[in-house]
């Protein structure tokens, strides 16, 4: 893989920070640069489509200037799928829907849980807890920072999205992938990591088949009385993504376009080499 970052104007395009509402809103998954894993991984454009604005767009590594109001993503789940060019519906979490330990409860940022009546009985979803390592991987991606990653266009930025993508199954101990390892799965022990609060902007965008219908009332689970939930019974869980938010602040400034001609600049940073 390049030791260098690469950014070239006019294909990866950084823009500055912008609307950070984190209203739920509807997006699509799209492939305009074909720098996907085969047809089972990232890396993958979410694109806002209609509705809340999701807290998400305007920021980041942006593939294809088309789509001004999308960024580039992984994917967390081997087990969940989506459709491209599909009107999903977008809430933002901290955790995966489904999978993890149990140990925590599956809900919106605002603490609303995802719920389903089993039995007549509401239900709930376990939390899949980001791993630490998937979170600064995903946070360097997006603020063009990842060393190692080429961040041109071409047969190596596809290797290296590739590889990006299966360390994060691995470090998300999909199956497939939980004894698998290359340079990123290593990352957290051999880089400079970004401080806990970089860390923590890195959030989950769960969709959905639909809107899932903000019900109100009373219910208990694990000993928390619910008073507002989201029920998701009948709805299909479509893959969950990584996102990032609040939006981080535009890494190039002052690199202008001449007619559409592209103009690259590499920024080479020192790093431990890894063992």
């Known amino acids: 893989m390049s030791r260098s970052l690469a950014i070239l104007v006019g294909i990866v395009v950084l823009v500055t920070v912008g609307d950070v509402a984190l209203a739920d809103g509807w997006v699509k998954v799209q492939d305009p640069t074909n720098f996907r894993y085969n047809w089972s991984g990232g890396e993958f454009t979410v694109v806002w489509d209609s509705g809340g604005k999701v807290g998400f767009f305007d920021s980041g590594v942006v593939a294809n200037p088309s789509y001004a109001k999308s960024f580039e993503t992984f994917c967390l789940e081997r087990t969940e799928y989506f459709y491209w060019d599909t009107r999903y519906y977008g809430v933002i979490s901290d955790n995966a829907v489904k999978g993890g330990d149990g140990a925590s409860l599956a809900q919106n940022l605002d603490g609303i849980p995802f719920l389903k ?27 063009a920072q990842l060393d190692g990653f080429q961040y041109t266009g071409g047969s190596g930025r596809k290797e290296d999205s590739m590889e990006l993508q299966k360390a994060i199954w691995a470090l998300e101990q999909e199956n497939g992938y939980k004894d698998y390892t290359n340079e990123w799965t290593k990352y957290f022990d051999t880089h400079v990591m970004p401080t806990a ?13 639909a809107a899932p219908q903000l019900t109100y009332g009373s219910t208990t689970i694990s000993g928390v009385t619910y008073t507002q939930w989201y029920d998701v019974g009948g709805l299909t869980f479509i893959q969950d993504q990584l996102t990032l938010v609040p939006l981080p602040v535009a890494v190039v400034a002052g690199l202008g376009l001449l007619g559409g001609i592209g103009f690259a600049r590499q920024m080479r940073r020192r790093r431990n080499r890894l063992l």
């Open 117 to 143: 009546k089993v039995n007549g009985v509401w239900t709930a979803f376990t939390a899949d807890n980001l791993s630490a390592t998937t979170k600064a991987l995903y946070y360097l991606f997006r603020t």
């Open 197 to 209: 609060d970089k860390l923590g902007q890195v959030k989950v965008l769960t969709m959905w088949s």
